[in-house]
């Protein structure tokens, strides 16, 4: 059995099919074995003997969008991918704060990774990198002022499509947390 995380585009938890009890019953009724959500926000653990990723986020996707209505994107991380990106500590002495919000936006499998990153797509984000294992991409916005969206985030809408989602560090890591509670 296999330890995975299901990362879910465009939930709004306060839509009648986007509860979390909701989300869990979809995947319950596909046969997986202890779902549970984190936070309200389209993150779902699970267990499941099936190894093929791209196979679950199909099947995922497809019963989210007949079953609830749902549209977004279904990203699949294996509980091993996350341990060790978090092992990794890709933001060595930072707090996750207003002026150091710290981002991880996950590609769906398969999706290429760009040839090089964007050098410095605008002031108010740094890139840390991109985790090739995890297919992640890694950065540190300042979001102090909330009438500015980084230009970062419109890079990568304009670039993935619906094939992204992100998390804050915080999220990746409760996630891992429920994974191994």
Do not use: C
């Amino acid at each position: 059995m296999y330890g995975y995380a299901a990362l879910l585009r465009g939930i709004a938890p306060s839509l009648p099919n986007m509860t979390n009890d909701k989300l869990r019953g979809v995947f319950e009724a596909l046969g997986f074995e202890n779902v549970a959500s984190v936070l309200a926000s389209g993150n779902i653990v699970f267990r499941s003997a099936e190894a093929d990723v791209p196979a679950l986020e199909r099947r995922i996707q497809r019963a989210l969008s007949s079953g609830l209505g749902i549209a977004g994107g279904t990203i699949i991380r294996e509980h091993s991918e996350l341990r060790a990106l978090l092992d990794s500590d890709p933001f060595p002495g930072l707090t996750h704060g207003r002026g150091t919000y710290l981002t991880a936006t996950f590609l769906k499998d398969g999706a290429r990774a760009p040839a090089r990153l964007p050098a410095s797509p605008d002031p108010l984000t740094r890139i840390v990198g991109y985790d090739t294992a995890a297919r992640v991409f890694l950065a540190v916005i300042d979001n102090s002022d909330p009438g500015k969206t980084p230009d970062f985030m419109s890079w990568l809408d304009k670039t993935y499509g619906k094939d992204i989602t992100t998390r804050t560090w915080l999220t990746v890591q409760r996630i891992v947390k429920k994974l191994e509670s």
